[in-house]
């Protein structure tokens, strides 16, 4: 193994374990009870910590065998959840940090900074070793429209629960308010006046749509990337 590939594994190996420990640190100061698990703020971060934990053994490996078991199967999954990531570090920086009732600066503070760990510094540091260091990963364009499984799976399983009786905040039924259709402006309602935390004044339904198609642009816009890195 050269010199230059020892330094980019072990650069690697560092920027996840500081996307593990930000991570880890926002998910102990932001999970409080069972209900914690019905957000995609911690299931996306759970997901990817497994996944990070994954590579980091298989990178160490490396480093010491010379040996690599990582196949592309892997490295889908290790795509899917860090758009799954993505998704966690945009919508809480452009929506829902936002409109809360802190203030974007005051939500990233709030439980002594867990939820810049979660939110930011865990999310930004994962995004960066995909985009820099996953070159193996053999990307192709119908890869893309994997990019919609992880936000349709938590829709379909958040609404299994509205329709169960769970309700978050007494009575949204859903943990973020543009997925909140017990609101005003419901499905397909638009009302921009009615913004606050519990309904962003836009129907759930082109909320849905509208995340589906960043989500796809995202996707290939890393797998854009990725390629680039290869040629």
């Not at 990531?85 to 439980?111: C, E, Q, R, W």
């Not at 939820?115 to 890869?143: E, M, R, T």
């Not at 938590?154 to 509205?162: A, E, N, R």
Request: net charge positive.
């Amino acid at each position: 193994m050269s010199t230059t590939n020892k330094k980019s594994i072990i650069l690697s190996i560092a920027l996840k374990f500081i996307s593990l420990f930000a991570s880890i640190y926002g998910l102990i100061f932001t999970i409080d009870n069972i209900m914690s698990f019905t957000f995609f703020t911690t299931l996306s971060n759970v997901a990817l910590d497994i996944i990070l934990v994954i590579f980091i053994v298989l990178d160490i490996i490396i480093l010491k065998t010379g040996r690599d078991y990582k196949n592309n199967k892997l490295y889908i999954l290790k795509f899917l959840m860090t758009l799954s990531i993505t998704l966690t570090f945009l919508v809480y920086m452009l929506i829902l940090g936002p409109t809360s009732k802190d203030g974007l600066i005051g939500a990233y503070l709030h439980n002594y900074a867990g939820s810049f760990g979660v939110h930011f510094a865990g999310p930004l540091f994962a995004i960066a070793d995909f985009l820099i260091f996953d070159k193996c990963f053999q990307s192709k364009n119908i890869y893309a429209i994997y990019a919609v499984i992880p936000p349709l799976c938590y829709v379909g399983f958040i609404y299994l629960l509205s329709l169960a009786g769970i309700r978050w905040n007494q009575t949204m039924t859903a943990p973020y308010n543009f997925l909140n259709y017990n609101s005003p402006t419901g499905w397909f309602g638009f009302d921009l006046s009615q913004m606050n935390s519990e309904t962003l004044g836009i129907g759930v339904v082109y909320m849905i749509v509208l995340l589906l198609l960043i989500f796809l642009g995202i996707g290939r816009l890393y797998l854009t990337i990725n390629k680039s890195k290869r040629a």
